[in-house]
């Protein structure tokens, strides 16, 4: 079973950029896709990206496209989630999770093990 611990968190102004990382525990990891996903104040969680077990295929919202970046390291089972030009609505609390499929999922259901989050707070 995989354990999921995200880290990298904290406060930025509008425009920075945050690296937030997502360590993993269990011999199963480079077998499983890796999802983002967030939770704005007040909203639903939402997807963020998804990486596929090989990290040759990844795919991103809309909301995120050619800001955040995911990337993995299978031998430090380690999943990376660059985040560039930040901005006030990307405020939320961030996940990292385990997904069921190969190639990821947009949806939470994809997804069988969540670590318990870091805070990304942007100000303007």
């Known amino acids: 079973q995989v354990q999921l611990v995200e880290s990298g968190g904290g406060l930025v102004q509008a425009g920075g950029s945050l690296r937030l990382s997502c360590a993993a525990s269990?011999?199963?990891?480079?077998?499983?896709?890796m999802g983002w996903f967030r939770q704005a104040p007040g909203k639903e969680r939402e997807f963020v990206g998804t990486?596929?077990?090989?990290?040759?295929?990844?795919y991103y919202a809309d909301s995120v496209k050619g800001r955040f970046t995911i990337s993995r390291d299978n031998a430090k089972n380690t999943v990376i989630l660059q985040m560039n030009s930040l901005q006030p609505e990307d405020t939320a609390v961030y996940f990292c999770a385990a997904g069921r499929f190969p190639l990821g999922s947009f949806k939470d259901d994809g997804y069988d093990v969540w670590g318990q989050g870091t805070p990304v707070t942007v100000s303007s």
């Open positions: 990486i596929s077990w090989s990290g040759e295929h990844t």
């Open positions: 269990g011999r199963t990891f480079s077998r499983k896709s």
